[in-house]
């Protein structure tokens, strides 16, 4: 069957295309005549890619894992160290403030010690001239007590007499009124 020509611009059908252009065989990769020649150039491009991988990339690849590792490791062994750095120094700086404690302790129990002897020397010193002063004022009382004891004693005796002599008319002797007070003060 013989169909006519579409004008030239006009849009093809599906079926006019199949209808004109010869039959083709399917893709390509699938086709058994090429089958054997992909393969080898499969099997030549393998080789190719393993070869330069072996040879240049995985080479590199593996010096820059090999220099990472070393470099990771260089880092862990310097972090250890300073971890041991800081410590020595946590322990010297430990060590120090003990020390520091111990001698501000030590200095506090001087100073405290000092200040009590001084205070005691002090104390010591105010007592003994208290006891000077209350020994030099009870002195001085017990010679104003002995004074005025003195005066009392011969006022009572001339207001024994005066008391007398007032009673009786006449003067006592001077030697019985000093016994009768002698008497009475000692009661």
Known sequence: MA?????AGT???GSQVAEQAPHQP???PFQAETFAGQLIW???AFGLLYYVMSKLTLPKIGAILKDRQERIRRDLDEAQGLRDQSHVAEAA???SLAEARASSKAIAQETRNRLTAETETRRKAL???LAEKLAA???TIRSGTEAAMSNVRSIASEAASAIVERLTGRAPDPNAVESALER???N
């Open 127 to 129: 007592e003994a001239d």
């Open 26 to 28: 399917g893709f390509p």
């Open 137 to 139: 004022a009870e002195a």
């Open 184 to 186: 009475t003060l000692r």
């Open 11 to 13: 849009p093809r059908t």
């Open 93 to 95: 700086y430990e060590q």
């Open 42 to 44: 499969f099997a030549i």
């Open 3 to 7: 169909q006519a020509q579409a004008p």
